[in-house]
């Protein structure tokens, strides 16, 4: 697998799911994007098993807010579970495109990992840091599996992928600046070496 192939990979991969580990601004939407319940939106009961309603809220003994389950402003289900100190803990969702997301937060309420599903229902795994940077990444797309690890300006610094289209697979590791650094199978062919020199004897 050359350079350009594994590159390639990785910038499928990051673009694919980044959207979807960016759950910081699926969580901004959800928390004022579960569409409120108006006054005319009574819960409405079929038969003795069904209640419709559009939103749901669990509340403890205390009044304080533990779960939401509602529609987003996509029109999607969403589901928040809330920790002990009231921030979000836990988020399911459907996003605007359709792409199906999990996400667990931090104590602090920071996303730190996601779980989802992008557009071509390639499924993938993305881990945040403390900052909720996306770090690292594995991934299933259509180009091949991948797992891609970024540095805190989000630059790809290691990548492990397979290719399906040349069946081959290939580890790189690159410096700041985007440079290899080290690569299997080495990206760099000495051509020179072969140049029929062996020949004059």
Same mark, same amino acid.
């Given at each position: @697998? %050359?350079?350009?192939?594994?590159?390639?990979?990785?910038?499928?991969?990051?673009? !694919?799911?980044?959207?979807?580990? +960016?759950?910081?601004? *699926? *969580?901004?939407?959800? #928390?004022?994007?579960?569409?409120?319940?108006?006054?005319?939106?009574?819960?409405?009961?079929?038969?003795?098993?069904?209640?419709?309603?559009?939103?749901?809220?669990?509340?403890?003994?205390?009044? %304080?807010?533990?779960?939401?389950?509602?529609?987003?402003?996509? #029109? $999607?289900?969403?589901?928040?579970?809330?920790?002990?100190?009231?921030?979000?803990?836990?988020?399911? =969702?459907? $996003?605007?495109?359709?792409?199906?997301?999990?996400?667990?937060?931090?104590?602090?309420?920071?996303?730190?990992?996601?779980?989802? *599903?992008?557009?071509?229902?390639?499924? #993938?795994?993305?881990?945040?840091?403390?900052?909720?940077?996306?770090?690292?990444?594995?991934?299933?797309?259509?180009?091949?599996? +991948?797992?891609?690890?970024?540095? +805190?300006?989000?630059?790809?610094?290691?990548? @492990?992928?397979?290719? =399906?289209? $040349?069946? !081959?697979?290939?580890?790189?590791?690159?410096?700041?600046?985007?440079? $290899?650094?080290?690569?299997?199978?080495?990206?760099?062919?000495?051509?020179?070496?072969?140049?029929?020199?062996?020949?004059?004897?």
């Amino acid at each position: @697998m %050359n350079r350009y192939s594994l590159r390639l990979i990785a910038i499928v991969v990051i673009a !694919a799911f980044a959207g979807g580990a +960016a759950s910081h601004l *699926l *969580l901004s939407r959800l #928390g004022t994007g579960l569409r409120a319940a108006h006054a005319q939106d009574k819960p409405s009961v079929t038969g003795a098993r069904i209640v419709s309603a559009t939103a749901f809220k669990v509340v403890d003994a205390k009044g %304080n807010e533990r779960a939401r389950f509602g529609l987003s402003e996509a #029109g $999607t289900g969403a589901l928040i579970i809330f920790g002990k100190s009231g921030k979000p803990r836990i988020v399911a =969702n459907v $996003t605007r495109r359709d792409q199906p997301v999990f996400a667990l937060y931090s104590a602090a309420g920071q996303p730190r990992l996601s779980i989802g *599903l992008s557009g071509g229902d390639d499924p #993938g795994i993305a881990l945040l840091d403390k900052a909720g940077k996306l770090r690292t990444v594995y991934a299933v797309s259509g180009q091949g599996p +991948a797992i891609v690890v970024m540095d +805190a300006k989000g630059k790809p610094r290691a990548t @492990m992928a397979y290719s =399906n289209k $040349t069946d !081959a697979a290939g580890i790189e590791l690159s410096d700041a600046d985007g440079e $290899t650094i080290w690569s299997v199978p080495s990206t760099d062919h000495d051509d020179d070496d072969d140049d029929g020199g062996d020949d004059d004897k």
